[in-house]
């Protein structure tokens, strides 16, 4: 009987225990089943969250090109690599082993590290080549990854750095017309969706969500042969003559397109890292004025000849080479004496266009400056250009007029300058400016106005031509150009110092068209404080035009206004 009971109450349990079992497996069930029933979308969104992530697609700048389409600027694809930051910061062996990947010092990036515990990404070392960073992630280590971005890059390095500028670490423009067309440049970032482990690793690109659009392309009026041939030789005469700055502008006199803009000193826009002197980031040609000097000199002469006082023989008479205006000295390099119109455009006169001046009042040179562009914004859009002063005092003093007729009193940019002279060279029609090349239809569109009188542009072109003619006394034969015809004005500038004008100080000009008998680029040639016993524009700034002109000439393919005879016979030989 006891055994019975022993018996049964041992298969009791053994009931028991397999109905537990069978209880929890029936728990189970039900939990599975409402998991993968009831709450499947719940956990779908919970599971998505800390497996699926939307990283952006990085969109590229475009491209800056000269008007021919070669690039200027142009974005190549580089590897950023971050961290999260609050998983590595429990993780020191992996934070040691990432340092001496990226060459960096542990103690610093376990330092940035704790610094940003709270955060999820951190960049620990941005741009490298993606061959550099395949090898960082080829050590897969746990929460670090890589993210795609891109860098600019200048071909042509500091030959174009002022006026393309250049964008930061995050591609966004800085300076120059990278700041200028930036949002036009700036392309829209994209989404991806990928799937991520828990130690960060990529497993799977899931779709775009949003593809990456790039920026859109720039098309520059610079040229860069043109360009670097400009630069190469204002850089040697800046070297040369141990001047401050210099600038260089060409000009198209057809479309009034910016063919080449250099300045010195410059910069290399690659690396700015060392860079202690920021003022070699300005565009001088654009952002920088100073007094015309005796490059005015032509617009008094068209002043003179619109008030109908004056002819191109009118007599003036600049003896003994000086006169007193009240208090203050007006005087010339040499005592010319009796001068024709034209002759005080090629003498350069101070006396002449002073007396000139004189006889027709401020009022009309004044005028006639403001026509043709000068205390006004050229509208390039450029950053920080200038428009510089263009005085316009209630009454004007007699020893003010005279200035204002000789270039001083007023200031403005080697663009301006370049501006003005190139409604000499086009008959009169002023133009607007432009660093970006123009279409065949916006040329057709372009606003012209004709603020000279095509005669009178015409007689001072001719004038300005005898400012290079050695037989007729010319004050920069240096300028002159072999097979080509030059018209041209020399100018030097005393520049102002603390206590007025400086004696030893001066700034060096000069302007120049070419060919003369049919004008097609203007050049505008500026050397600030030259050192040495030479500093006439004559002597400093014409040299510099002769070389830039005649490769112009050569690079744009313009025929010459004479052909030698020798060659003739050549040609025909053959």
């Not at 009931?15 to 599975?32: S, Y």
């Not at 005028?367 to 005085?391: A, C, I, K, M, Y």
């Not at 940019?413 to 501006?419: D, F, G, K, V, Y």
Request: hydrophobic residues 40%; glycine residues 8%; proline residues 6%.
């Amino acid at each position: 009987m006891i055994d019975s009971l022993k018996s049964m109450a041992k298969q009791w349990r053994v009931l028991l225990v397999l109905f537990g079992l069978f209880m929890c497996v029936l728990v189970i069930a039900w939990k599975l089943s409402a998991l993968h029933v009831l709450e499947k979308d719940f956990l779908q969104v919970e599971g998505d969250k800390r497996t699926i992530r939307n990283i952006p697609l990085v969109a590229h700048r475009g491209l800056i090109t000269d008007r021919n389409g070669e690039p200027l600027a142009v974005s190549t694809p580089v590897q950023s690599i971050w961290v999260d930051p609050s998983e590595l910061v429990h993780a020191p062996e992996v934070v040691g082993a990432l340092a001496t990947a990226l060459e960096l010092n542990p103690d610093v990036l376990t330092n940035s590290i704790a610094n940003h515990a709270s955060s999820k990404f951190l960049y620990v070392k941005r741009r490298l080549a993606p061959a550099d960073a395949k090898k960082v992630l080829d050590l897969n280590l746990n929460h670090v990854g890589a993210q795609q971005e891109y860098q600019r890059f200048y071909p042509q390095g500091e030959v174009t750095s002022h006026v393309i500028g250049f964008s930061n670490i995050d591609d966004v423009g800085q300076e120059g017309l990278e700041l200028t067309y930036n949002d036009w440049l700036s392309g829209t970032p994209g989404k991806r969706q990928i799937i991520q482990d828990r130690r960060g690793h990529i497993i799977e690109e899931r779709q775009t969500i949003q593809p990456a659009e790039p920026g859109q392309n720039l098309s520059l009026s610079i040229d860069f042969q043109l360009q670097n041939l400009a630069y190469r030789s204002l850089k040697a005469e800046f070297i040369t003559r141990r001047a401050k700055a210099a600038s260089a502008v060409v000009l198209d006199v057809d479309t009034g397109e910016v063919l080449a803009m250099v300045n010195q000193p410059s910069y290399n826009p690659h690396n700015k890292a060392d860079m202690t002197d920021f003022s070699v980031l300005r565009n001088r040609a654009v952002t920088d004025v100073f007094e015309p000097g005796s490059t005015v000199k032509p617009f008094t002469i068209v002043a003179a000849l619109e008030s109908a006082l004056f002819e191109p023989d009118t007599v003036i008479e600049t003896s003994p080479g000086w006169m007193m205006v009240g208090p203050n000295e007006v005087r010339d390099i040499f005592n010319y004496g009796t001068l024709n119109l034209s002759s005080v455009i090629t003498k350069s006169s101070n006396i002449g266009t002073s007396k000139i001046a004189f006889e027709i009042g401020a009022e009309p040179i004044r005028d006639v400056l403001q026509r043709v562009g000068f205390g006004e914004v050229p509208g390039t859009s450029f950053p920080g250009e200038r428009g510089g002063v263009l005085p316009n005092p209630r009454r004007w003093s007699r020893i003010e007029t005279a200035t204002l007729s000789y270039g001083y009193g007023l200031s403005a940019s080697a663009l301006q300058l370049a501006s003005a002279y190139s409604v000499i060279a086009d008959g009169g029609i002023r133009k607007p400016v432009s660093l970006l090349r123009f279409s065949e239809d916006e040329l057709t569109q372009l606003p012209r106005s004709q603020v000279i009188s095509p005669t009178i542009a015409a007689e001072v072109k001719a004038m300005l031509e005898t400012v290079v003619d050695s037989s007729r006394g010319g004050s920069a034969i240096e300028a002159n150009i072999p097979f080509y015809e030059v018209a041209g004005k020399t100018g030097t500038a005393h520049v102002v110092g603390d206590y007025g004008y400086e004696d030893n100080l001066h700034n060096s000009f000069f302007v120049g068209l070419v060919p003369a008998s049919d004008p097609k680029i203007v050049v505008v040639v500026v050397i600030n404080e030259p050192r040495g016993d030479e500093h006439y524009g004559g002597q400093v700034a014409a040299p510099v035009f002769s070389q830039i002109a005649a490769g112009a000439m050569r690079i744009l393919n313009i025929s010459p206004d004479e052909i030698p005879t020798q060659n003739l016979l050549s040609s025909s030989v053959q």
